[in-house]
């Protein structure tokens, strides 16, 4: 199973951003998704889900309106759109899924909002 993340950087406020998250080796449409983050110091937070055939999403409160979570099962991605950035959306943002009851995560990509 691999899970790589991608577009992440440096961004000012009110900017957007479009995270994506490349899989392999497993059945990827089997599978929920989910889109966590990790800011310095802070512990991590589940920040978007989506469901295996992407008919259900749901999103962290703080986060809601602005980001999209999004799928797309023939390239086996999973999307995180991300719009009108703030400060304290700065963080590491992982993909994730669990597999056969474990959970398997991403390397992670930098988000940086700052101006």
């Known amino acids: 199973v691999q899970l790589v993340e991608s577009g992440g950087g440096l961004v000012q406020p009110g900017g957007s951003l479009r995270l994506s998250c490349a899989t392999s080796?497993?059945?990827?449409?089997?599978?929920?998704m989910r889109w966590s983050r990790q800011a310095p110091g802070k512990e991590r937070e589940l920040v978007a889900y989506?469901?295996?055939?992407?008919?259900?999403?749901t999103y962290h409160a703080s986060v809601k309106g602005r980001f999209t979570i999004s799928r797309d099962n023939a390239q086996n991605t999973v999307f995180l759109q991300m719009n009108s950035l703030k400060p304290e959306d700065t963080a590491v943002y992982y993909c994730?899924?669990?597999?056969?009851?474990?959970?398997?995560w991403g390397q992670g990509t930098q988000v940086t909002v700052s101006s």
């Open positions: 994730s899924s669990y597999i056969d009851f474990r959970q398997y």
């Open positions: 080796g497993f059945t990827f449409t089997n599978y929920d």
């Open positions: 989506i469901s295996n055939r992407g008919g259900t999403t």
